[in-house]
């Protein structure tokens, strides 16, 4: 068994990365129980695959890392985000991915029973930490990270561990970009992609773009690329739209440079401008909703659980625009919601808190 790695620290650019959610551990935000996964009604299972780490933000803004008099633990991660999205709208979910064997590791797979998704793909490395990270805001406004990476438990997952019948089992299974960066656990990813396709899972892909953890921007590009023509439906945001196409533009023409024959579905987020759809048939947009934003942090993973949920309920949607657009609505709402409250995980809605602001007048 290897010893626990070296770490290192690197200090980045806030445009590029996420902000970070505050969560109280023992917050349960799901109004409906969840089946044991194995258990009847398999078919609107949702796997979500990827990484899970805990951030750490300092209890007072405006200040250095080096400065700051405490901290408070942020779980994070945008496939555990969705994963807990669905079960927060009364879905069924599972996270797959490997956390350190440590306390911070079995805090987070707490978390995720906590708020009703299975944890039975969850994988602990006894030779690799949890992934950590530090931020805070600058007095300056810019955002301050320091990672400590190397490597982290969630770079290690080999294809050997994989659950295979959990995949198999799944009638999504979603993932992003962030597992591709290095192997073992890209080849993990490519493996769990192979399954899934073998088994007739639909593949749903958020490439969910974080520059600075990738070796250079034209190998992230490169990767994120590379497994396009397997997804089914895929979301990007407009900052990775500009980026995968070299376009300083979000229009119609630009965001065609990205579909490809084989999918079923792309998705364009644009914050509060709404969303945009294309498939093989049709073509549109869907405006947000208004609402007073406190924190963007975690919108896109709601709206991506929110798409989910509804998808594996009625696949239909995907060849019909009326009921497309009732879904993106739904999803749009998800999303703004998320915006209202500071973190991701506590600020996720439930289907009634949905539901609400769809029929608001």
């Known amino acids: 068994m290897s010893s626990p790695p070296s770490l290192f620290s690197s200090f980045i650019s806030a445009r590029s990365l996420p902000r970070f959610p505050i969560l109280s551990l023992s917050l349960s935000l799901s109004l409906f129980p969840v089946m044991a ?31 700051a008099p405490g901290f408070i633990k942020a779980p994070g991660g945008a496939p555990a985000n969705v994963a807990i999205a669905v079960s927060c709208l009364g879905g069924r979910a599972a996270f797959m991915g490997k956390l350190g064997d440590d306390e911070f590791g079995h805090m987070l797979a707490a978390i995720l029973r906590e708020n009703d998704v299975s944890d039975e793909g ?6 690799a930490r949890t992934a950590l990270a530090f931020v805070t805001l ?36 979603h993932y992003g970009s962030i597992s591709l960066i290095t192997d073992p656990c890209r080849s ?19 490439p969910n773009l974080r520059l600075p953890l990738w070796p250079s921007a034209a190998e992230a590009k490169e990767q994120i690329l590379s497994i396009w023509d397997q997804a089914d439906v895929i979301k990007v945001s407009d900052v ?61 993973d709601a709206f991506v659980g929110a798409l989910l949920s509804k998808l594996v309920d009625d696949m239909s949607v995907l060849q019909d625009e009326k009921k497309l657009r009732e879904v993106l609505r739904f999803s749009n709402a998800c999303g703004a919601i998320t915006t209202t409250k ?20």
């Open 240 to 300: 990775e739209l500009e980026f995968l196409t070299g376009k300083d533009s979000v229009e119609d023409e630009v965001a065609l440079l990205l579909w490809r024959p084989s999918l079923k579905l792309m998705l364009v987020t644009l914050g509060e401008k709404g969303c945009k759809y294309y498939t093989k048939d049709f073509r549109g947009a869907v405006d947000a909703f208004s609402v007073s934003q406190v924190d963007t942090t975690g919108a896109g």
């Open 188 to 206: 993990a990813h490519l493996k769990a992609m192979e399954v899934a396709k073998e088994a007739g899972v639909l593949l749903s892909y958020d």
């Open 138 to 173: 600058r007095s300056d406004g810019e955002r301050e990270f320091m990672f400590y990476r190397n490597p982290k438990a969630d770079m290690l997952l080999t294809p050997a561990e994989l659950d295979l019948d959990l995949i198999r089992m799944a009638k999504v299974f």
């Open 37 to 67: 996964v194995g258990s009847s009604g398999d078919d609107r299972l949702i796997v979500s695959f990827g990484e899970m780490l805990i951030y750490f933000i300092p209890t007072v803004s405006g200040v250095s890392l080096a400065e």
């Open 122 to 127: 969850v994988t602990f490395d006894a030779g």
């Open 342 to 361: 500071k973190g991701a995980i506590p600020a996720l809605p439930s289907l009634a808190e949905a539901l609400a602001l769809v029929d608001k007048p």
